[in-house]
């Protein structure tokens, strides 16, 4: 996948290329990101990327002509609705960003994201540049730098071949429309705290069981909402078929817990 990050502060991205399975997955040639700096693609000595909003009213707004011809130089292909790449602008106004919309980004070759500043980005941008707006949450951030390193961390994870594990992803809160069961390592007793005797005991059908009813139980008691709309229909989330003998319930892990 190639990753195309349009922004004012390029240098705010170096932390996550630079760390873990971002860097690993650039070494492995499985994504590769490019950074454009707006002012790039300015024209005037002054590399003036944003100007006063018309009608008035405070902060400044970044112009039209550096961002379309940015997005146009780095897009030799056909426009989005002709086949090429998604335009992404990150904005606090766009849909809701989620487990299911980075699995749908992880399946394109190419992406183009778009980093606002200021009081946002001239409205021309939104109507007539950009294919998705994404948000990642209902607060406002100063820029959208920190927004897109969250969408592309989400997507690159998804990656074929990026995760060590291509399982433990599946497991993961979210993917399956559950949260995740409790994870343990060891040691296995630490300050009396017991870690629950069926991930001890090497049968991996009750430890499947034992967290897939755990899974449920931990997404009824914190995300109600989420399990009213799981699939929970065999194969997908099935529920336990049978109470795990012997069980450790969430309460009996929460007691241990909290003493
Ligand atoms: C201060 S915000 C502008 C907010 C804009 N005045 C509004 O009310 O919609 C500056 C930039 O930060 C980014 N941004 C802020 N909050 C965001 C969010 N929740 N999700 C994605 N991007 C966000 C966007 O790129 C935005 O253009």
């Known amino acids: 996948m190639r990753i195309d990050i349009l922004t004012l502060f390029p240098q705010m991205f170096q932390g996550v290329f630079d760390t873990g399975i971002f860097q690993r997955a650039v070494a492995d040639k499985l994504v590769s990101v490019n950074l454009y700096n707006i002012r790039d693609y300015t024209h005037d000595k002054h590399r003036t990327v ?142 009396g705290w017991l870690v629950p005797q069926v991930l001890l005991s090497g049968n991996h059908a009750q430890i499947a069981r034992w967290r897939r009813e755990q899974a449920i139980i931990r997404t009824r008691e914190r995300r109600p909402d989420l399990l009213a709309k799981a699939n929970l229909s065999p194969g997908v989330n099935p529920l336990p078929e049978s109470p795990l003998e012997p069980t450790t319930s969430a309460e009996e892990i929460e007691e241990s817990n909290n003493h």
Do not use: N, W
């Open 50 to 191: 944003d100007d006063y909003p018309y009608g008035g009213g405070a902060g400044m707004v970044l112009k039209p002509e550096p961002i379309f011809e940015a997005v146009e130089s780095i897009r030799p292909g056909p426009h989005p609705e002709s086949g090429g790449p998604p335009v992404i602008l990150m904005t606090p106004q766009g849909r809701l960003f989620s487990q299911k919309l980075a699995a749908e980004f992880a399946r394109q070759e190419r992406l183009i994201l778009i980093c606002g500043h200021y009081e946002g980005v001239d409205e021309r941008i939104r109507q007539h540049l950009v294919t998705d707006e994404i948000s990642i949450g209902d607060y406002v951030l100063s820029g959208g730098e920190l927004a897109a390193m969250v969408v592309i961390d989400a997507v690159v994870r998804l990656l074929p071949g990026v995760l060590g594990s291509e399982a433990s992803a599946l497991d993961d809160s979210h993917v399956s429309g559950l949260l995740e069961y409790p994870q343990y390592t060891r040691p296995e007793v630490y300050r």
